[in-house]
């Protein structure tokens, strides 16, 4: 994996726990002194202290009636779809951008304090180099993925159901983006000694059945495909899984369709997704957009075909994608659309786009805007929507 300029001075983190002074320093007076790690060390080990006292909590703690699924098998419902008022025991009908407060989010919520438990203690090992952190995430990886009578299932068959219509959709399937710092943070946890290479082997194993199945089953291949952020979403996925079991033909693959259908198909002239655009929420499918394929970009991208620095003859890439949206992130009263049907108020936050461009780019204008934002946002289609909350995970993905 290529060393991203942006974060090559956190190798550090690998050698020494002298860490208060590291900063990611570029040769550029505009990102000098820009310290993550100061930042980030505050946050992080006050919710690593309380994170310590939390014991898993896994899918098979709650069920719903409507799930055609064991206890074993993720399990949601599609967020736009409500009950019909000409019809109230039929099936569900649609409201695009309205989320109905009464469908099962259970599942999603336990896997969303997964991905902050997992990120939040593996942050606070990487600052520490205390394997108490480590222990704990250890715990609840083996709840997750090892554990016969606690473990998930490793696919996605009965996500985003809807009553009267779907036990299941291939759209589900987007509920597991929040697995991806839990991967990326087992991965840098492989360091430690309270991490067995047994367990490891047993998790590991889990998410390459769950690529696996992702890639092969009609669900998974239709999401691969899709002409929006569902696709990109599918590629941050499964970019990140590949990166914890080392398939490097998945990572090949998900480079060149990054190129070939998220940059030339998918991105206007102006860097903005027009299918994000058309939606009842434009500005958070935006964002959300944007951050996905920083994330694809950081994933994947190699000493020899960076994913970053890419870009058309016309200048479409990921630098044009950023200078889109940042200035509506700095200044959200630019935004020149209708403003979200729901939760445009809640937006934006530190979104992970900005500091990896930032630093990639030597945009020292989206440090200071992301430094402004919030960091642990509470609302639930706010997080349901940010799945990546722990740069220092993606900072260390360099050091690898």
Same mark, same amino acid.
């Given at each position: 994996?290529?060393?991203?300029?942006?974060?090559?001075?956190?190798?550090?983190?690998?050698?020494?726990?002298?860490?208060?002074?590291?900063?990611?320093?570029?040769? !550029?007076?505009?990102?000098?002194?820009?310290?993550?790690?100061?930042?980030?060390?505050?946050?992080?080990?006050?919710?690593?202290?309380?994170?310590?006292?939390?014991?898993?909590?896994?899918?098979? !703690?709650?069920?719903?009636?409507? =799930?055609?699924?064991? $206890?074993?098998? +993720?399990?949601?419902?599609?967020?736009?779809?409500?009950?019909?008022?000409?019809?109230?025991?039929?099936?569900?009908?649609?409201?695009?951008?309205?989320?109905?407060?009464?469908?099962?989010?259970?599942?999603?919520?336990? &896997?969303?304090? &997964?991905?902050?438990?997992?990120?939040?203690?593996?942050?606070?090992?990487?600052?520490?180099?205390?394997?108490?952190?480590?222990?704990? %995430?250890?715990?609840?990886?083996?709840?997750?993925?090892?554990?016969?009578?606690?473990?998930?299932? #490793?696919?996605?068959?009965?996500?985003?159901?809807?009553?009267?219509?779907?036990?299941?959709?291939?759209?589900?399937?987007?509920?597991?983006?929040?697995?991806?710092?839990?991967?990326?943070?087992?991965?840098?946890?492989?360091?430690?000694?309270?991490?067995?290479?047994?367990?490891?082997?047993?998790?590991?194993?889990? +998410?390459?059945?769950?690529?696996?199945?992702?890639?092969?089953?009609?669900?998974?291949?239709?999401?691969?495909?899709?002409?929006?952020?569902? =696709?990109?979403?599918?590629?941050?996925?499964?970019?990140?899984?590949?990166?914890?079991?080392?398939?490097?033909?998945?990572?090949?693959?998900?480079?060149?369709?990054?190129?070939?259908?998220?940059?030339?198909?998918?991105?206007? $002239?102006?860097?903005?997704?027009?299918?994000?655009?058309?939606?009842?929420?434009?500005?958070?499918?935006?964002?959300?957009?944007?951050? %996905?394929?920083?994330?694809?970009? $950081?994933?994947?991208?190699? #000493?020899?075909?960076?994913?970053?620095?890419?870009?058309?003859?016309?200048?479409?890439?990921?630098?044009?994608?950023? =200078?889109?949206?940042?200035?509506?992130?700095?200044?959200?009263?630019?935004?020149?659309?209708?403003?979200?049907?729901?939760?445009?108020?809640? *937006?934006?936050?530190?979104? #992970? =786009?900005?500091?990896?461009?930032?630093?990639? +780019?030597?945009? !020292?204008?989206?440090?200071?805007? *992301?430094?402004?934002?919030?960091?642990?946002?509470?609302?639930?289609?706010?997080?349901?929507?940010? #799945?990546?909350?722990?740069?220092?995970? *993606?900072?260390?993905?360099?050091?690898?």
């Amino acid at each position: 994996m290529k060393f991203f300029r942006c974060f090559t001075i956190l190798l550090s983190l690998m050698f020494t726990s002298l860490i208060a002074g590291v900063t990611f320093a570029k040769d !550029a007076a505009q990102v000098d002194n820009f310290n993550l790690i100061e930042i980030e060390k505050p946050r992080i080990l006050k919710k690593a202290q309380q994170y310590l006292q939390q014991a898993p909590r896994t899918v098979t !703690a709650d069920t719903s009636e409507r =799930s055609m699924g064991t $206890q074993h098998d +993720f399990f949601s419902e599609g967020d736009y779809w409500w009950p019909d008022p000409k019809n109230p025991d039929g099936r569900y009908i649609r409201r695009d951008g309205q989320t109905n407060p009464d469908n099962f989010i259970a599942h999603r919520i336990s &896997l969303m304090r &997964l991905s902050d438990i997992i990120g939040t203690l593996t942050s606070a090992y990487m600052i520490t180099h205390d394997d108490k952190y480590a222990a704990h %995430a250890v715990v609840h990886l083996k709840a997750w993925f090892v554990d016969e009578k606690t473990r998930m299932n #490793p696919n996605l068959l009965y996500g985003q159901a809807i009553k009267g219509r779907h036990t299941g959709r291939s759209i589900g399937i987007i509920d597991t983006i929040h697995l991806v710092e839990v991967a990326l943070g087992a991965k840098y946890l492989f360091k430690s000694d309270a991490f067995t290479s047994e367990v490891q082997a047993e998790v590991k194993a889990w +998410f390459r059945t769950y690529l696996t199945w992702i890639n092969s089953h009609k669900y998974g291949l239709r999401e691969k495909f899709q002409p929006n952020n569902h =696709s990109v979403c599918w590629s941050m996925q499964a970019a990140t899984f590949a990166y914890l079991v080392d398939d490097q033909e998945m990572l090949k693959w998900i480079r060149q369709h990054f190129k070939d259908n998220f940059i030339k198909v998918m991105m206007d $002239q102006n860097g903005g997704f027009p299918q994000e655009l058309r939606r009842t929420k434009p500005y958070g499918y935006s964002l959300f957009v944007i951050d %996905a394929m920083a994330a694809v970009a $950081q994933i994947a991208s190699t #000493p020899d075909d960076d994913l970053w620095t890419y870009q058309l003859p016309d200048g479409r890439g990921m630098k044009k994608g950023m =200078s889109y949206i940042a200035p509506y992130i700095k200044d959200k009263k630019s935004w020149p659309l209708q403003p979200d049907v729901m939760y445009f108020d809640e *937006w934006p936050v530190r979104h #992970p =786009s900005l500091i990896m461009a930032g630093l990639e +780019f030597e945009q !020292a204008d989206y440090l200071t805007t *992301w430094k402004t934002l919030d960091a642990d946002p509470e609302t639930y289609e706010v997080l349901r929507n940010l #799945p990546l909350r722990h740069p220092l995970l *993606w900072a260390s993905k360099a050091t690898k």
